[in-house]
């Protein structure tokens, strides 16, 4: 992905920050899982992720994501029925709001969970 807050025009100008990211994810049975994210970037202060995905029944979750520097947060509802799944979040920025989503993903074989 590129790097939109220091974009390189010049052959002149300093290369690009470093940008390092560490991601681990514990999972609770097939239930429930925490992830957690660690962002770290020259002249910037480190980013910090934290989320949970629950399993609600069957093939239904409930998901929810809180992220540090901007704070920004969010969660959704995940419903399945058959092949077809429907994927609603909202998440909130401080410069943007909220913004919506809404997907649906289809599968023409058989789930293996």
């Known amino acids: 992905m590129d790097n939109i807050n220091k974009p390189k025009i010049a052959e ?5 920050n470093p940008l ?6 514990i999972e609770g049975g097939p239930f429930h899982s ?7 970037e020259k002249d910037y202060d480190p980013g910090i ?11 239904h979750a409930l998901f929810w994501g809180i992220s ?8 959704g509802v995940e419903l399945a029925y058959r ?9 909130y ?3 943007l709001g ?7 993903k289809f599968s023409t074989r058989k789930s293996e969970e």
Do not use: C, W
């Not at 390092?20 to 994810?25: D, G, P, S, T």
């Not at 925490?34 to 770290?40: A, D, E, L």
């Not at 909220?98 to 649906?104: C, G, L, W």
């Open 12 to 16: 002149n100008r300093d290369g690009e």
């Open 20 to 25: 390092y990211e560490f991601y681990a994810e």
């Open 34 to 40: 925490v992830m957690g994210k660690v962002r770290f």
């Open 49 to 59: 992720s934290l989320a949970q995905y629950i399993r609600v029944y069957d093939q």
């Open 68 to 75: 540090h520097n901007p704070l920004t947060y969010g969660g």
């Open 83 to 91: 092949s077809l799944r429907l994927v609603y979040s909202a998440n």
């Open 93 to 95: 920025h401080p410069a």
């Open 98 to 104: 909220f913004t919506h989503n809404i997907s649906v």
